[in-house]
């Protein structure tokens, strides 16, 4: 079954290297991404991501080294890990926010937030977002909310961060509790 130990366990090593290179905790370098491969953004705004480049080369190379490492299940081994590589980072961001995380680090937004804004005057807008935010540790936790634009912006207008205007907003979170939030704010 298993054709070149080395093989496989040099092709684990760059996996685990793959996997530290960019982990979406605490920033998560993928939202501004507008190209990626395997949780490695290749490029984004700026240009090109030459980290990102070399993380999906990297990749690629572990799992052909895979494939040479194994005698016989070459293809659903390579799929299985393909699999636990996409799943695993969220499943590990889970549970250090639930067993080891404190303070802000503790607090897990799902994205599925959103702001709406309606004119009111010539120079006048009303905005209103919706957002949950859930304390994952065992203490509570106080923090101060700050909006950032999406990187997908309408006509090249930041809507998003003219909440900041009125804010920044303190917020606290209980122990272990999932809280949704209403801000309404006026730029």
Not at 98 to 118: H, K, M, P, R, V
Request: glycine share 6%.
């Amino acid at each position: 079954m298993i054709r070149s130990k080395l093989a496989l366990i040099i092709s684990f090593v760059i996996l685990a290297i793959c996997m530290s290179l960019y982990f979406p905790f605490p920033n998560n370098a993928m939202l501004g991404a507008h190209f990626t491969f395997m949780s490695f953004p290749l490029s984004n705004h700026d240009g090109y991501i030459f980290l990102g480049i070399i993380g999906s080369v990297l990749f690629v190379i572990a799992m052909i080294l895979l494939g040479i490492g194994m005698k016989k299940y070459h293809w659903r081994t390579i799929i299985i890990v393909v699999l636990v590589y996409s799943f695993l980072p969220n499943i590990l961001i889970t549970i250090y926010q639930e067993t080891l995380a404190s303070g802000i680090a503790a607090i897990s937004y799902d994205n599925n937030g959103e702001c709406s804004f309606e004119s009111v005057g010539q120079d006048l807008l009303d905005g209103e977002c919706h957002l949950v935010l859930h304390n994952r540790s065992n203490e509570d936790v106080s923090f101060e909310l700050e909006f950032i634009d999406s990187p997908y912006m309408e006509d090249g207008v930041r809507m998003e961060s003219l909440m900041n205007l009125a804010g920044p907003y303190p917020m606290t979170i209980e122990a272990n509790q999932k809280k949704a939030y209403s801000i309404k704010g006026t730029a």
